[in-house]
């Protein structure tokens, strides 16, 4: 039962009604019945039999004017209040709550045309159905993690192996430091292979003659007494070196490896002479001696049969096999040239300012001598005055006049003169007289081979 109404349905002696309908009742044709009161909405005591009416003595009602509707009687304050559902345990799915019951909806019946004992309800009151579909009980996601004790374990393990790595490790060290501190450092001390240049003075700088590993050179002598003569090349010295009881010998040999210097000297000739390579150096300074030649002998016998200022290529050669090439001045003249007398050496004296290069011959002067002077230009003013110069005899720089020779590779150029008779006729004659005049005038004198 819904709202409190009765269900005549159960009513075993009327089986034609089935429910009360309210409006407008349409009884045939019949005009006269009066107008249908409001309907009591007050409950209706259950009806045990309804006559069953005659329809042929039914006179035909009139059409009766709509009635208002009316308003549900049913208030809600009498409809039963739900039991609450009681509480469901965990292990069973939890229900969703019943949808609250709607209010009941009383269709007003159609217009009867024509008389129909059954009454006609429109879903009086009904309840929306339940829906079948089952209802899930969500479970609750398990998030629980590893124990924070499982956590702390592996840290203290892993804080463990460290240390004992971190222990391990300056172990380890300690160890090391020890032992390799307390051996001692191997001592090794490895002559070199020692070079000594040909005039130049022995060292006597220990670190020159040997490597010293795990001991100072300062603990050790050293004795070079043997070299007795550097100006000997090719020769071999021993040398001795002694650190306490250890004594260690090497090897010193004197070697030539520097370039002779020499100086060139224009040389003069008849057209149709002869002149030899020696003819152009005024001196050389080696201690393995010096040797010459042309660079083309051919092309300087050629220049021999024209008169003119040539430039000729000599290769100045030491005893060791180290060679320069310097340039020299040929003049070819017509006129009659006088021989230079022959000299078994020469001897150069030379200051800042000149050269002077005597003949000497059996330790006695021969009466020939040249005057040089030697200038270093800058690389434009050289190859500017060269090209200017090169086929003259004789030139004129800075104050000074005679045969010039140039030097490409230094830019240096060299003037020479041929001192008069009256300039070599007050000289000594003797070879140690002349030596000691200049000497003891601020000259450097050397004597030199030819």
């Known amino acids: 039962?819904?709202?409190?109404?009765?269900?005549?349905?159960?009513?075993?002696?009327?089986?034609?009604?089935?429910?009360?309908?309210?409006?407008?009742?349409?009884?045939?044709?019949?005009?006269?019945i009066p107008p249908v009161p409001p309907v009591d909405t007050n409950p209706v005591?259950?009806?045990?039999?309804?006559?069953?009416?005659?329809?042929?003595?039914?006179?035909p009602v009139s059409p009766v004017s709509p009635v208002e509707p009316v308003a549900p009687a049913v208030q809600e304050s009498s409809i039963p209040p739900v039991n609450p559902v009681p509480p469901v345990e965990n292990t069973i799915p939890e229900v969703n709550a019943i949808p609250p019951v709607q209010p009941v909806n009383y269709d007003i019946p159609e217009t009867i045309n024509n008389f129909n004992p059954t009454p006609v309800f429109n879903e009086i009151g009904t309840v929306p159905p339940i829906p079948d579909t089952p209802i899930i009980n969500q479970v609750p996601v398990n998030n629980t993690q590893a124990p924070e004790s499982k956590k702390k374990k592996g840290n203290k393990l892993i804080f463990v192996i460290i240390i004992v790595l971190l222990i391990a490790a300056v172990g380890v060290g300690v160890y090391i430091f020890l032992n390799v501190s307390n051996k001692p450092a191997p001592v090794s001390v490895t002559p070199k292979a020692v070079e000594i240049e040909a005039g130049s003075e022995v060292s006597t700088n220990i670190a020159d003659y040997a490597d010293f590993i795990g001991i100072s050179s300062a603990n050790c002598t050293l004795d070079t007494s043997s070299i007795t003569d550097v100006n000997s090349v090719g020769t071999e010295y021993p040398f001795t070196i002694t650190c306490g009881a250890s004594t260690y010998n090497g090897t010193a040999t004197i070697v030539d490896t520097t370039a002779p210097?020499?100086?060139?000297?224009?040389?003069?000739?008849?057209?149709?002479?002869?002149?030899?390579?020696e003819d152009?150096?005024?001196?050389?300074?080696?201690?393995?001696?010096?040797?010459?030649?042309?660079?083309?002998?051919?092309?300087?016998?050629?220049?021999?049969?024209?008169?003119?200022?040539?430039?000729?290529d000599i290769n100045i050669k030491d005893g060791a096999g180290n060679q320069i090439t310097s340039e020299g001045t040929l003049v070819v003249t017509t006129e009659e040239v006088a021989e230079v007398p022959d000299a078994d050496m020469y001897l150069s004296c030379a200051n800042a300012e000149e050269t002077l290069r005597f003949g000497i011959v059996t330790s006695n002067f021969?009466?020939?001598?040249?005057?040089?002077?030697?200038?270093?230009?800058?690389?434009?003013?050289?190859?500017?005055?060269?090209?200017?110069?090169?086929?003259s005899s004789s030139v004129t720089y800075n104050n000074v006049t005679g045969a010039p020779t140039f030097d490409d590779d230094?830019?240096?150029?060299?003037i020479t003169q041929v001192l008069s008779d009256d300039e070599v006729a007050d000289l000594p004659t003797s070879y140690g007289e002349l030596r000691s005049q200049y000497v003891g005038d601020g000259y450097k004198c050397t004597l030199e081979q030819p």
């Open 45 to 59: 005591e259950p009806v045990s039999t309804i006559p069953t009416v005659d329809a042929s003595n039914v006179e």
């Open 410 to 414: 230094t830019h240096t150029l060299t």
């Open 261 to 277: 210097v020499a100086v060139l000297s224009p040389v003069t000739v008849q057209v149709g002479g002869t002149v030899s390579a």
């Open 366 to 391: 021969n009466g020939y001598a040249t005057r040089s002077y030697e200038f270093t230009l800058s690389e434009l003013e050289y190859n500017t005055f060269k090209s200017a110069n090169e086929n």
């Open 1 to 32: 039962m819904n709202n409190n109404m009765p269900n005549n349905n159960t009513n075993g002696n009327n089986n034609d009604l089935n429910a009360v309908s309210l409006g407008n009742i349409e009884m045939g044709n019949n005009n006269s």
């Open 280 to 312: 152009f150096v005024s001196s050389c300074n080696d201690v393995s001696g010096c040797s010459y030649s042309f660079a083309n002998e051919e092309t300087v016998k050629g220049y021999l049969n024209t008169a003119g200022n040539y430039h000729v």
